[in-house]
């Protein structure tokens, strides 16, 4: 899997979570809970998305790892291709 | 003399339209509007649907993370508000409380999580993390708070299906206490999307069944056969008298008086002694005589045992040809669980000025024993001379009777 993939796969899940946002303009190293008006049930969200959706679990002790779009991707990369 | 509590803004949603004059049209005009809809595990079932625009005044995150009866309620609460011509900033947000009543809070919401697991071999890793905020019982009265950013007191009533009027007497309440300025307050009911109400009911051989869903609510009907279980909500604004008359807004009615009492004898069956004490202490509380009252907005269900006890209730306060007329809404859009008190109240306020008693539908053969003499307005409106007083009943499981009488404000 392509870092654009895993990107793709990340907005498609924050886009349910939060659909009335723009996802056109997102700037990958800026911070996405000031982005996307994200919060922390928001966050638990998206973990949630990836454990349902694609099994990949992110422990508490990584949860700062998906602060930006860019480390998100950086962060799950390894883990969508292992 | 105790604190004159008005009403100054009403919003509605129900089976019969999402605003009241809507809504009032249909009760006048003999409309119902049951459909049949497929819930998990039971199957086919008939009920009363909402179908307000829920991103009207949510957006969709927030309809997405809250619940249907936060929504119902947040919908009801915008539109009484405006209704109301009510700035919050003007009034302070710390001024205003919310109080809501609910049946029952947390069905829906664990249902659908336990769903949700089953897709998962029950796996509770896959439990949703907001499945406390989404069942905590204060949930749809503090939606209310965070989408209108309200810093007040805020709570939900639990009181089974006396709820609504229980909301509204809880909010009268709070602003004789002087604790809030503003007491936005009513009932809500989420509970159509819950099997498990259904499933109660039925095996308490008390859900309706009929092959036409528009026949099957006919409280005092010799066919009826149980409840038809409704969505709703119906909330109120209210203000202490002097407050509403300085912001010189239109004042819809007045809280004349109210009871509440618990029957203490059953779970589930009504207890008419105890209701014909509430209504007796609702008259006294409002100061009038039992002929005072113009019109009766009946709890009746529809269940064989439930009706036949109101009647006898009604019968024992106000004799066996009770001077008002007698009308009951559910026939029209089933039972709306914690809103019902509230709603069918909503429904009924309308005639202060139409003088018009909206009909009881479905009736087919009235029950003897539901018989009052010809005072229950049945199929066509009843036009009257002036109306003044209304007395609005509402009981629930547990024995939980709440009676509201409402009258003309002059």
């Known amino acids: ?82 | 003399m105790q604190q004159r509590i008005v009403i100054t803004g009403i919003g509605v949603t129900s089976p019969l339209g999402n605003d009241l004059p809507t809504m009032r049209n249909n009760l006048l005009e003999g409309r119902s509007n049951i459909i049949e809809k497929e819930l998990r595990y039971i199957g086919k079932v008939p009920m009363g649907k909402c179908d307000f625009n829920v991103t009207k005044y949510q957006n969709r995150k927030e309809v997405r993370r809250g619940t249907r009866a936060g929504s119902i309620s947040i919908y009801c609460t915008h539109e009484a508000i405006n209704a109301a011509e009510l700035s919050i900033d003007k009034i302070g947000k710390d001024n205003i409380g919310v109080f809501v009543g609910i049946t029952e809070h947390g069905n829906v919401e664990t249902e659908n999580e336990i769903a949700n697991i089953k897709e998962f071999d029950y796996d509770v890793k896959y439990w949703t993390h907001h499945h406390n905020p989404r069942t905590v019982a204060n949930n749809p009265a503090g939606e209310v708070c965070l989408n209108l950013g309200i810093t007040g007191p805020h709570c939900c009533i639990g009181a089974a299906c006396a709820a609504g009027n229980y909301g509204l007497i809880y909010g009268a309440q709070q602003l004789i206490l002087g604790e809030c300025n503003i007491a936005i307050c009513g009932g809500v009911s989420e509970s159509t999307e819950s099997f498990g109400i259904f499933a109660g009911f039925k095996s308490q051989n008390a859900l309706a069944e009929n092959p036409d869903p528009n026949k099957a609510s006919r409280p005092f009907s010799k066919d009826r056969n149980g409840i038809v279980v409704a969505e709703g909500g119906a909330i109120y604004i209210l203000e202490r008298l002097e407050d509403a008359l300085e912001r010189g807004v239109n004042i819809i009615a007045e809280l004349a008086g109210w009871a509440i009492n618990t029957d203490a004898t059953d779970f589930v069956l009504p207890n008419s002694e105890r209701q014909a004490e509430c209504m007796r202490r609702a008259l006294k509380h409002a100061a009038i005589q039992p002929q005072e009252i113009d019109l009766i907005s009946t709890h009746a269900t529809g269940t064989p045992e439930g009706d036949v006890r109101e009647i006898a209730a009604i019968k024992e306060v106000f004799g066996t040809t009770p001077t008002c007329y007698i009308n009951n809404s559910k026939s029209f859009w089933g039972h709306a669980m914690g809103a019902a008190g509230a709603l069918e109240l909503a429904g009924n306020i309308p005639a202060f000025n139409d003088n018009l008693v909206h009909p009881t539908i479905n009736i087919g053969e009235l029950d003897p024993e539901c018989d009052l003499n010809g005072k229950i307005v049945i199929d066509s409106p009843c036009k009257v001379e002036e109306i003044n007083y209304i007395l609005n009943n509402s009981f629930g499981m547990l024995g939980i009777n709440a009676v509201l009488i409402i009258k003309k404000y002059k």
């Open chain 1, 1 to 82: 899997m392509t870092e654009e993939e895993v990107r793709t796969i990340v907005v498609n899940i924050i886009e349910e979570i939060a659909p009335d946002e723009d996802y056109n303009n997102i700037v990958d190293e800026e911070p996405l809970r000031d982005q996307l008006g994200l919060d922390s049930m928001d966050f638990l969200d998206i973990v949630m998305e990836l454990r349902k959706q694609y099994k990949i679990e992110v422990p508490e002790s990584d949860y700062a790892e998906l602060a930006s779009m860019k480390s998100t991707v950086k962060y799950l990369l390894p883990k969508f291709n292992s």
